[in-house]
């Protein structure tokens, strides 16, 4: 089983590669000459973001606002930046999670490598584990929020994503409706 582990890295972040609507997922982590790249969907990029968002609130409140967890993205921390290239898969992630190191004052995301289950010789699944300050996990939900909103617009009826050509709307009873131009 591989490990790719992370303290403290150069570089954490959340990013996409493609087209709006044809997408691909990626998350990075940078440090002392190695790159780790790890493919997702984008919902988990999103609930990663949103989780993480979550965890730093609450040590934030179970601290009674003395911990030195940033209510917001601290400025100086903002990645705007392309991923790294090249962009080279390390492996393709299958579940999270998430955890709060009191002792460092850390956040600690792990990703784990999808796993086939029906596999008769199961090998150990690749991880990600990447430890980052409060204030870098806010930086990378910031940016990851940014590139899951960056895609197709909502349909304003049936908020489903709007292709170029519009979409089959269920509201308008499955018909091929194109919202632009106010139509």
């Known amino acids: 089983m591989p490990v790719f582990d992370y303290d403290s890295p150069e570089r954490f972040v959340a990013g996409a590669v493609g087209q709006p609507g044809a997408r691909a997922f990626y ?10 790249t790890v493919a997702l969907e984008k ?21 009674g606002g003395a911990s030195r967890v940033p209510a917001m993205a601290p400025a100086d921390l ?8 090249p962009i080279s ?3 393709r992630v299958g579940t999270m999670a998430l955890a709060w190191d009191e002792d460092t ?11 086939d ?11 990600l584990r990447v ?7 806010r930086a990378f939900t910031k940016r990851a929020l940014a590139v899951v ?16 050509d519009g979409h089959v709307c269920v509201r308008l009873n499955g018909h091929r409706g194109s919202l632009q131009g106010g139509a």
Not at 27 to 36: F, K, P, S, Y
Not at 78 to 85: E, I, M, V
Not at 149 to 164: K, S
């Open 27 to 36: 998350l990075q982590a940078r440090e002392a000459g190695r790159l780790t």
């Open 105 to 115: 004052g850390q956040v600690v995301i792990e990703a784990q490598e999808i796993t």
């Open 89 to 91: 898969e390390d492996f």
């Open 78 to 85: 903002t990645d705007n930046a392309p991923l790294d290239l």
């Open 43 to 63: 919902f988990q990029v999103a609930a990663l973001a949103d989780r993480l968002d979550e965890l730093l609130d609450e040590v934030l409140r179970m601290s």
């Open 131 to 137: 430890r980052v300050s409060a204030g870098v996990a």
């Open 149 to 164: 909103a960056a895609g197709r617009p909502p349909c304003p009826l049936c908020g489903r994503p709007l292709d170029a």
């Open 117 to 127: 289950e029906e596999d008769l010789d199961p090998t150990e699944p690749a991880v």
